[in-house]
């Protein structure tokens, strides 16, 4: 007999779960939902109750409850008591007969022989000390800000910056310009154009115009666009990269495959992303990133500062915080500090991070608070370019006649940008979008530095040693200036905890919108990371048996290992912090969308092709054939912009087999529904054992059933990262519960409620009476006159939320 294979996958998410709720519809369902790893069971029960009174009534019987829980363990413990001194007084005559088990003592104490020594290692944090608290705190902060912005002059939200020119004779003031360009993997442009039209000839010019000049000095982060790059260059170009990392000139800082967003990104796809750029330059450059770099996401998360700490960093750079929370850290000189997690009692997790103190990352906003003044060292702005100043005092190329006054203008904003901070040592960063894409620009902005720094360190009357760098060269002659050890910590800078949203950066101007906008992407991006997950570990365990069995030949792991990769970095692309947050061009996110889609795809044929070798008991039958897919999914998705649909399995007389994957490392018990063509059907478990399922309607609008495919539901379980067949056949009778309908109809005055001879489907029109739903934890009130949701009642809590 020829057995009808259907494999359906239901992936449990560690991310969100998507409902697709009927409007109008309450469903009486009787079966747990797993949302978010934990198990609901949704029981609806609609009945007619003031609701008032009932929220009263329940907090009644919710004292009661408690009440009664607690008289109960005070009579177990008043009885252990009397039974643990009738033995003592019995061991006092007989010290042998002393039992500890007797009564209920047992049950509430363990005996000495199972009390162990609490083990250091076992709970490291909470074997610190708590005497290591952070001496800022951010809800503190943001509790004593006013949050109000008054002009501050030249700084707009800042203050007036004064000094003593005397203040640097002992100590010269060290000053490193950073030379960088931020590319955007997608914005305005998709990721493809802006590598064919700047970001190529950026890194190109970049491997030409360094090895002019061994003192210049330029950082990098992107990898998803290096790696691009990295593959259509030759090996001399590439001997010639590798030769200016060794020495110093070049540096990759980070190292993701994309600058990512904090606040919208899973940390899964954080993690992914991470690993992904520093397993790229591992193997192609043979370098590890030592410092982070994060410019231009919109608000910082003290998890990206943990995974930095936990990826081997010690130092990290971040931009983009309310312009408040800036002025308050430059007031009192806390600009730098160690980053520190709020669990954190120790200092295990500390990372030092230096906030850029000033309104963006671009040239006019990163020499000193005077913006009018740093735009005239942005020599790309030089008369006659494309870009100018728009405070139209152009910058002036340095010569011979004016690079006295020019080196004291730029030295007086150094100087003043050093009073924010607690040492000697200034980062002066010299970039923004997609800077240094023409030859001409890097002569520009260089040479003309260059000189500046000359004429500065020849004159010793100056106290300045103005130099190009890297952020490692910057980090590390911090450290050597506050005697700060690379991994020790100590009270010269503060510890800080909390987290820098949400951002602003003038007025109200709030960013907060993007923590929602394009949710069809947003989910789109959790299916994916959640379909990659399960792909790689169901890869790596076909792996093994195909080598086990001999069919390496056979089984296409060459294959699925460039479209896992691909996904991964597909994936990577949209953690980006103009991607996942929908700032980005219309087309530009439909590009995004379809790589996303494109992945999707390529990784469920992973999961069935490795599926398929791993269930079979004989794998010497396995043989691969890519034209013909031995298993199917259960749902189907066919662009980029589409919802996905469940398929409708077609039942017979002979079985369809469900497959069921737990990608999760523990034992799962969860509702699993598919789509099947007929409601009279029998599901029989892995064991040939009959299971209980629900059959619920899928509705053609709002109050019609669909005769071609009801919902099955049912309770599956699995064990951790196991695999699970269940039997679908059709039967001329079935013992399987209906669910139970009530329509609400109010204000519809044309609809009309179509019988059915399946489900009982009731019509409810307006009801002075309130509608009432409820399960384990929550109990809701809706307005019977007009559906809206009116009280919401939290059961174990007891309260109105």
């Not at 004064?162 to 955007?184: A, I, K, M, R």
Request: glycine share 6%; hydrophobic share 40%; with cysteine.
């Amino acid at each position: 007999m020829e057995l009808q294979f259907f494999f359906f996958f239901f992936f449990f998410f560690s991310f969100f779960p998507f409902q697709y709720p009927i409007i109008g519809v309450l469903i009486y369902c009787f079966f747990t939902i797993h949302i978010f790893e934990s198990f609901l069971v949704l029981v609806f029960s609609v009945f007619l109750l003031q609701g008032q009174l009932s929220i009263l009534q329940e907090k009644i019987d919710h004292l009661e409850r408690l009440l009664a829980e607690n008289n109960e363990i005070i009579s177990n413990i008043r009885d252990s008591v009397i039974n643990l001194s009738e033995s003592v007084k019995d061991g006092q005559r007989n010290p042998e007969a002393i039992n500890f088990s007797q009564g209920s003592l047992s049950e509430l104490l363990p005996s000495a022989s199972v009390v162990l020594a609490i083990d250091s290692e076992d709970c490291l944090f909470a074997s610190k000390s708590r005497s290591r608290v952070s001496g800022v705190q951010m809800l503190d902060v943001y509790d004593i800000l006013p949050f109000d912005n008054p002009d501050g002059g030249v700084w707009k939200q800042g203050f007036d910056i004064t000094y003593n020119e005397n203040e640097w004779d002992g100590e010269p003031l060290q000053v490193f310009v950073v030379p960088h360009s931020h590319n955007d993997p997608g914005w305005l442009k998709t990721f493809g154009d802006y590598f064919r039209d700047q970001t190529q000839h950026i890194l190109n010019n970049m491997v030409i115009k360094l090895q002019e000049d061994n003192r210049r000095k330029f950082v990098w982060s992107e990898i998803s666009y290096f790696s691009k790059w990295w593959d259509g260059i030759d090996s001399q170009k590439k001997d010639a990269v590798k030769r200016l990392i060794k020495d110093g000139q070049f540096e990759i800082v980070t190292g993701g495959w994309v600058m990512p967003d904090e606040a919208s990104a899973h940390y899964f796809a954080l993690i992914d992303q991470l690993i992904e750029g520093h397993q790229w330059l591992e193997r192609n450059l043979g370098v590890k990133p030592k410092s982070g770099w994060a410019v231009d996401p919109f608000g910082h998360s003290p998890t990206m500062a943990y995974l930095l700490k936990r990826t081997g960093f010690s130092n990290m750079l971040i931009q983009r915080i309310h312009y408040s929370v800036k002025k308050h850290f430059a007031s009192q000189k806390t600009l730098e500090f160690f980053w520190r997690q709020n669990w954190d009692l120790g200092s295990s997790t500390d990372i030092l991070c230096h906030m850029m103190p000033f309104y963006s990352y671009d040239i006019p906003h990163t020499c000193g608070p005077d913006p009018k003044i740093c735009c005239q060292f942005d020599f790309k702005r030089l008369p006659g370019g494309r870009v100018s100043c728009p405070w139209r005092v152009p910058p002036e190329a340095i010569h011979a006649g004016n690079i006295q006054h020019r080196a004291w203008m730029i030295l007086d904003q150094y100087r003043k940008k050093s009073k924010l901070f607690r040492t000697k040592v200034l980062l002066a960063p010299l970039g923004d979008d997609f800077r240094y894409t023409e030859s001409s620009e890097w002569d520009q902005q260089y040479q003309n530095y260059q000189k500046l720094f000359d004429y500065m360190n020849s004159h010793p009357e100056l106290h300045v040693k103005a130099q190009f760098g890297t952020l490692s060269d910057y980090f590390e002659a911090l450290r050597k200036e506050s005697n700060l050890g690379e991994k020790s910590t100590n009270s010269f800078f503060p510890v800080l905890s909390g987290d820098f949203f949400t951002y602003a950066d003038r007025d109200h101007h709030y960013w907060s919108g993007y923590f929602t906008s394009r949710p069809f992407y947003k989910r789109l991006d959790r299916v994916l990371e959640s379909y990659l997950r399960s792909a790689e570990i169901l890869y790596s365990l076909a792996l093994v048996q195909s080598s086990k069995s001999g069919k390496m030949n056979i089984f296409p792991s060459v294959d699925h290992y460039k479209l896992l990769t691909e996904a991964r970095r597909n994936l990577g692309l949209f953690q980006h912090h103009d991607a996942i947050t929908g700032t980005s061009k219309d087309w530009v996110v439909v590009d995004y969308g379809t790589r996303l889609f494109h992945s999707l795809i390529n990784v469920k044929k992973v999961i069935i092709d490795s599926t398929h070798i791993l269930i079979l008991k004989d794998k010497d039958a396995y043989n691969y054939d890519a034209s013909n897919q031995f298993l199917k999914m259960d749902d189907a998705q066919t662009s980029q912009d589409s919802l996905p649909h469940k398929t409708v399995i077609k039942l017979t007389s002979q079985p369809r087999y469900l497959l069921i994957y737990n990608p999760v490392e523990q034992e799962r018990f969860s509702v699993v529904s598919v789509n099947v063509n007929s409601p009279r059907v029998t599901l029989l478990s892995p064991l040939g054992k009959s299971v209980a399922i629900q059959i619920s309607a899928i509705w053609d609008g709002a109050t019609t059933v669909s005769h071609e495919a009801y919902q099955i539901s049912f309770l599956a379980h699995l064990p951790p990262l196991g695999l699970g067949v269940y039997q679908l056949l059709e039967a001329q009778s079935s013992e399987a519960d209906l669910a139970d309908y009530t329509i609400y109809t109010s204000g519809r005055n044309n609809m009309q409620v179509k019988p059915n001879n399946i489900f009982k489907i009731k019509e409810m029109q307006n009801s002075a009476d309130n509608i009432i739903l409820e399960n384990s934890y929550m109990k809701l009130w809706f307005s019977g006159m007009s559906g809206l949701l009116e009280v919401s009642y939290h059961i174990s809590r007891g309260s109105v939320l």
